[in-house]
């Protein structure tokens, strides 16, 4: 069974700053791309940034320059760094990996989600 566990949502102020981070665990063959959605309420989800097993990075606009996505290969996990962060940051962020848990089988998968909250 393979699974995604995320961390380090929080409280913060505006201009803060925060650090996500989220494990794959179980049988793991090899990672295609992790990356991390968030969804405000009343809105839709949206892609917050994501990056490809050679490292090849994809931010949204609204976060380019502040945030910024890593992956440690070797512990199946992927970071957000979120700097200078705004209220409209405000949302819960969820984890995603899309992997081959062996040759055959390839997933596409979720985190339980994290909330992040930032006063103004």
């Known amino acids: 069974q393979v699974q995604l566990v995320e961390s380090g949502g929080g409280l913060v102020q505006a201009g803060g700053s925060l650090r996500l981070s989220c494990a794959a665990s179980?049988?793991?063959?090899?990672?295609?791309?992790m990356g991390w959605y968030r969804q405000a309420p009343g809105k839709q989800r949206e892609l917050v940034a994501v990056?490809?097993?050679?490292?090849?990075?994809n931010y949204a606009d609204s976060v380019k320059g502040r945030f910024t996505i890593s992956m440690d290969n070797a512990k199946n996990t992927v970071y957000l760094q979120m700097n200078s962060l705004k209220p409209e940051d405000t949302a819960v962020y969820y984890c995603?990996?899309?992997?081959?848990?062996?040759?055959?089988?390839?997933?596409?998968?979720w985190g339980q989600g994290t909330q992040v909250t930032v006063s103004s």
């Open positions: 990056i490809t097993s050679i490292a090849s990075r």
């Open positions: 179980g049988s793991i063959f090899s990672i295609n791309n």
């Open positions: 995603n990996a899309d992997l081959w848990s062996d040759v055959a089988n390839e997933y596409d998968l």
